[in-house]
């Protein structure tokens, strides 16, 4: 069943063309079988089969998700138009699993599983950033992240995965650290109390970062690269719950939110979020706290569907808080430090459903004068460019800064702003690598960096 | 001739409206099914209630159309408008009804020159529409046959139909006309279950199925890997 093309694919060592993102091993067996056989056990396990099967049978082929998928209009590649990616895991679903398809292939023939196919699948899905833009839409109502997830998820179970993303979530699941960017729990405590000399300095304040505290009110995950290349953004943070004196903690044995199974396997997803609640239980903490990062935060909301046993806790990310504890004058911010102009990227994953997309314009609004919006933005916002895990994969920079990135670049320099706030690990390595590219005037921060700037400590 | 005219009117006709009503319940049903099966699978029951209607309502009625593609979106309403209600409220349509199912809505059935007005801008819609799809590479990359066969066959009852309400007046050709005008509605209904078609039931429910298909069941991930061998492996 070895078409030459994946025989190709074999001999050039691990890296694939198109995409050009590594992977580990390339599978040894009969690619065709194994992808039937994987997407015949995820059909039957999980929930997505309802949306397929209804998927297959309503697509008009309308191209109205051309308009607004920001790769496509990077490249005009038909390849990479939302429904002609959906497509090819449509095309393999109407063919072997529907009714109708199986009948219609008996008599007629057509659509056949090739090793080319899944080779394409392996790009393209990989292409699409996940962002769900073009879901708003599409007048069929097809979900077109949701067949970039399945088909992702599939792929994983066949080791298809970019190397990256495997390497960090092993390290997280199963290594000594414990967390995707592999930090000793002893560097993350001389960070930490760097951090504190740092925000001693900053507002003569002893700010504290409470490690393992039983009982308290909020247990606080922030994505973990932070702790290496966000420092302004935990130190907003802690000066927030501090002069709102909020009752948190972070846990040593467990404090990455970062959670690698939303794009690319519900597997991981479940297993990383058993890890949230262990460290929830074992320091009896009421909330969960997540920081600023839209994928953690909304791979965090399924620890309503995997907590085992009763009482999930509530979710909450820090803008959400900060935004609550700002409208109850807990905390106070001085409009008088910022006077550049600023702009907001939203996050697709906090954004796209129109989840939190005010709190974080009131809050900006409260004490930042020149405030502009890109267009279009809130549930309309262009994805950053390195959705879907896309940012991680280091060897696809160019691509992600000149092609996905491109959208976003264009609407932040039309803003003319001095600071691009995205408060999302993901986004701001990747904005913070597209301004580069791309030459891009202005300097990307977090929200809280910015609060960390005009908080006002009543001492 | 006389006599395929009447099968297609009888006989043909019955069972292809019993296809298609059957077809798009059974659709119907499925899919109800199937998101209701999601639900009670999965632990977590809460959806994005506010989002899932402002799309599905939006999408349902031209609300949310001319966000994008305003030409062929309006085109598009257009020949919906036309195909939907010309063959619904046309007099000779209710009289066939009430002939054949004894019940009908004559009553409220369009003028002649309406009728045949609407026809003509249906035809006029749904050739435009195979132009816009022709035309573009866009779309002609990401359609399949039946994206083209559709529009064909849809317009043809209305040819047909319109030739024989305004042109035509010899009895024979009339007749050839008038047979395919009838045989292609009867295709027409047989394959609505059985293609995109299906959209005109299942619109309603996409959106809601999405949202439900979002919501994990949390035991699937562990039991993929025993059915696939992988039990307690490694990543
Ligand atoms: C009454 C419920 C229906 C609704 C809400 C509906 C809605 C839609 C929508 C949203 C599209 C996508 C393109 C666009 O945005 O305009 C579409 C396309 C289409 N519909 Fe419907 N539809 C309905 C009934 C039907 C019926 C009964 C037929 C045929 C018998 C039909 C035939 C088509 C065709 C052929 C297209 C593709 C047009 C093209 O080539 O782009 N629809 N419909």
């Known amino acids: 069943m070895f078409s030459d093309k994946s025989i190709a694919v074999t001999d050039e060592k691990l890296v694939i063309p198109e995409m050009k993102y590594n992977i580990e091993k390339v599978p040894e067996t009969d690619r065709v079988t194994q992808f039937l056989k994987i997407f015949a056990a995820l059909l039957k396990e999980t929930n997505y089969g309802s949306a397929l099967e209804l998927y297959t049978k309503v697509s008009a082929k309308c191209a109205k998700c051309t308009t607004s998928c920001h790769v496509f209009q990077a490249t005009k590649d038909v390849k990479d138009i939302p429904c002609y990616r959906s497509e090819l895991l449509l095309s393999v679903y109407r063919r072997y699993f529907s009714l109708e398809g199986s009948i219609y292939a008996r008599i007629f023939g057509g659509f056949e599983l090739t090793e080319e196919h899944i080779t394409q699948m392996q790009h393209s899905f990989w292409n699409c950033t996940a962002c769900r833009k073009c879901v708003l839409e599409c007048p069929s109502g097809i979900d077109h992240g949701m067949l970039t997830h399945i088909a992702r998820y599939i792929l994983a179970e066949m080791g298809l995965t970019p190397r990256a993303l495997v390497i960090s979530t092993r390290e997280q699941l199963q290594g000594e650290t414990g967390n995707t960017s592999a930090i000793p729990l002893i560097a993350l405590k001389d960070s930490l109390e760097f951090l504190e000399e740092e925000l001693k300095e900053a507002t003569g304040e002893d700010i504290k970062f409470p490690l393992d505290v039983e009982g308290a009110d909020y247990i606080f995950f922030a994505p973990v690269s932070d702790y290496l290349m966000e420092a302004e953004t935990l130190m907003g943070i802690a000066a927030v719950l501090h002069a709102a004196g909020v009752s948190w903690t972070i846990g040593t044995k467990y404090f990455d939110a970062i959670n690698y199974g939303l794009f690319y396997s519900d597997l991981v997803l479940g ?39 009763e009482g999930c806790p509530e979710i909450v990310n820090i803008l959400q808080l900060t935004h609550q504890l700002l409208r109850e004058g807990r905390i106070k911010l001085d409009p008088t430090k910022i006077t550049e102009r600023v702009t907001y990227h939203d996050p697709c994953n906090l954004a796209r459903q129109n989840w939190i997309v005010e709190q974080p314009r009131e809050i900006i609004r409260a004490f930042c004068k020149d405030f502009v919006e890109m267009t279009p933005n809130k549930t309309e916002n262009y994805c950053c460019g390195g959705g879907g895990g896309t940012v991680s994969i280091d060897e696809i920079r160019k691509y992600r800064t000149t092609i996905s990135g491109r959208k976003k670049a264009e609407q932040i320099r039309k803003t003319e702003a001095h600071y691009v706030i995205a408060p999302c690990a993901n986004c701001k390595k990747q904005i913070r690598e597209t301004m580069e590219d791309n030459n891009v005037d202005g300097e990307l921060v977090g929200l809280h960096d910015l609060i960390l700037k005009a908080i006002v400590i009543n001492k | 001739m006389e006599d395929l005219l009447n099968f297609a009117k009888g006989p043909l006709f019955r069972f292809s409206f019993a296809v298609m009503l059957l077809g798009l319940l059974r659709l119907f049903v499925l899919s109800l099914i199937n998101g209701f099966e999601a639900k009670k699978k999965a632990p977590d029951k809460s959806i994005p209630k506010g989002y899932v209607r402002k799309l599905t309502w939006g999408y349902l009625f031209p609300i949310r159309a001319f966000r994008t593609k305003p030409i062929y979106s309006l085109v598009s309403i257009i020949f919906h408008i036309g195909f939907i209600l010309t063959p619904l409220l046309l007099y000779s349509h209710a009289l066939l009804f009430s002939e054949s199912i004894g019940f009908s809505w004559m009553g409220i059935s369009l003028s002649k020159p309406v009728a045949d007005n609407l026809a003509l801008i249906t035809i006029f819609a749904g050739i435009i529409l195979l132009l816009l799809r022709l035309t573009s590479k866009i779309t002609r990359s990401i359609s399949r046959k039946q994206d083209y066969l559709w529009l064909l066959l849809l317009v043809v009852p209305f040819i047909t139909g319109y030739v024989c309400s305004a042109v035509v007046t010899e009895p024979a050709t009339y007749k050839t006309f008038l047979t395919i005008h009838v045989l292609s509605g009867d295709f027409i209904f047989i394959f609505m279950p059985f ?41």
């Open chain 1, 271 to 309: 297993r990383v979020l058993r890890k949230m609640q262990e460290e929830t239980q074992r320091l009896k903490a009421k909330k969960v706290l997540i920081g600023e990062c839209g994928h953690a935060t909304r791979s965090a909301t399924f620890l309503k569907t995997y907590w085992q046993g």
């Open chain 2, 195 to 235: 293609t995109k078609i299906a959209h005109c039931i299942l619109l309603p429910l996409s959106q809601w199925v999405t949202a439900r298909s979002w919501k994990f069941v949390p035991e699937a991930g562990e039991n993929i890997e025993k059915i696939l061998g992988k039990e307690g492996q490694k990543l």
